[in-house]
C-alpha cells in the first residue's frame, strides 16, 4: 500500500454479476492504474469479485447487476474488493434484477416459428410498460422474400417501430444492431427459437470464454432467477443476459394502457378526451378511439388488465365490497370498491417492475 490513501482516487464499476452475497464489479477504464495496484509487472484486473459492507447490509441496501458502485479495499493479487456504496439508479427492473438499464431489445422471428402479430403486440406493450426505450428486431430475414419484409416493415411502422430486420445466418443487418447496442445497458428479450443465443453468441463471439470464468468463481445456481449476468459487448455497452419467457401477463394500470401503444400515444399527443379518466372504450369526445390496427389489441388488453386489477382488488380485501380511502393528513374513509371506473395509478417503480412478468426462471 502506498501511504497517503486519501489522494488515490475512488474506484467507480459497474456490478456484471450477481450471486448471493457476491458481485463481479467491472472497473472504469482509467480508474484503475499500475501505480493503483501497486505491480509494473502485470496489468491491473479489470474486475473485482467483491462482497458489500456490512452497513449496505444493515440498511437493506440492494446492490443489482447494473448498479454503478464504489469499491475499496481492492485486494489486486487476490482480484477482491468491497462494495461501500451505491450509486443512485437511473431506473430498475425487478425481473430480471437489472439497475440502469436503458433499452429492452424484443427479439422475434419473422419465420420459424412465424410472426404472430397478436403475440408480437402483446410483448412490446408489456416492454413499453417498463418505459425504456424498446427496439424491435427481426431475426431470420434469410427465410423471407424482401417483398415480405416490406409488408411486416410497413405494417409495424404503422404501430409505430421500425424494426431492424437481421439474419444471424447471413449476418444481414447485426452490423447496424452491434453499433445500436453501444454504450448502453441493453435487456435481451425474445421467444425461445427466435435465434437469440446465436445472435447472442454472434455480437460478443467470446462469450462461452467468459460465462465459463464467472461461473467458475459464482459456482452455483446459474440459472436461479436471482443470477443476472450483464455481458460486454465489444463495442461498449452491455447485455443483460436473461432467462428466456412465455406468454407475459398484462398488468399495468388500465389507464396507462394506452401510452404503451405508440400509436395511441400519437393520437393523445395530438388532442386530449373529453374525460380525463378516458378508457377509450365508448366514451364520448374519445381520441384514442379509432381507425387503428391495434385498436383490436387494445381492447382485448384494456378487458384483461381490467380483470386482473379486480382480481388484486378483491384479494387485498377480501371480506368487503368497501375500501379504506385515504383523505390525506391521516384520515381514512371507507368507500364502495369502483370495479372499472377508476384505478389507482401505478407507481413508476411499479411500471419499471412490469418487465419481471416477461420473464420465468428457465428451470421452474
Ligand atoms: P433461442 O432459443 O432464441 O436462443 O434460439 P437459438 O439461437 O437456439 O436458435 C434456434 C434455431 O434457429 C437454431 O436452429 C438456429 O440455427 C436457428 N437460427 C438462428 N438464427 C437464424 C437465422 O438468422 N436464420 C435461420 N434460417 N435460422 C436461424
Ligand atoms: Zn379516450
Redesign the pocket.
Known sequence: MSGDQTTEPQLLGTVVAVQANFYQVRLEEGRVTKEACNSEKSPPPLELLCTRRNRLKKIGQQIMAGDRVVVEEADWVGKRGVVSEVLPRQTQLDRPPVANANRILL?FALA?PPLEPYQLSRFLVKAESTELDVVLCL?????VSSEQRLVVSDRLEEWGYQPIF?????GMGIEELFHSLNNKITVFA??????????INTLIPDLKLRVGEVSGKLARGRHTTRHVQLFELPGGGLLADTP?FNQPDLDCAPQDLANYFPEARERLKGGKCQFSDCLHRDEPNCVVRGDWERYEHYLEFLAEVIALQTQINHQADPESNMKLISKGKGQAQYEPKLESKKYRRMSRRTQLQALQDLYQDEDA
Open positions: 427479439v420459424e431475426n431470420k430475414s434469410d427465410l437481421i439474419s444471424v445466418k447471413t425474445g421467444l425461445s427459437g427466435v435465434g437469440k443465443s446465436s445472435l428466456g
